[in-house]
Nanobody, 120 residues
């Protein structure tokens, strides 16, 4: 059974930073595409970033480019998302996911999420 557990969310001021983590189990993490998606209050899901297995190539939505960094530690079965220069509009529930392909907006295999709130 795929299990994904996110952590690291919280309340931060505009311009601040957070580092989200996702611990994975129940599948071969090192062989899997991994991603982050988010859902803002009252809105649909938004794809944020993907990272490939082995090479670790990364892909970002325009809203994340230059501010967010996805990374993985295959030895720890852990996925990360570094959030910098946060904006109020980044407020959302952030989900770690195991998609079957790239740029999947609403991947069915995802964790319970971690809340990021950006507010002054």
């Amino acid at each position: 059974e795929v299990q994904l557990v996110e952590s690291g969310g919280g309340l931060v001021q505009p311009g601040g930073s957070l580092r989200l983590s996702c611990t994975a189990s129940g599948f071969t993490f090192r062989n899997s595409i991994m991603s982050w998606v988010r859902q803002a209050p009252g809105k649909g899901f938004e794809w944020i970033s993907d990272i490939t297995p082995r090479s670790g190539a990364t892909f970002y939505a325009d809203s994340a480019k230059g501010r967010f960094t996805i990374s993985r530690d295959d030895a720890k079965n852990t996925l990360y998302l570094q959030l910098n220069s946060l904006k109020i509009e980044d407020t959302a529930m952030y989900y770690c996911a195991k998609p079957q392909s790239f740029r999947i907006i609403n991947p069915p295999q995802r964790g319970q999420g971690t809340q990021v709130t950006v507010s002054s």
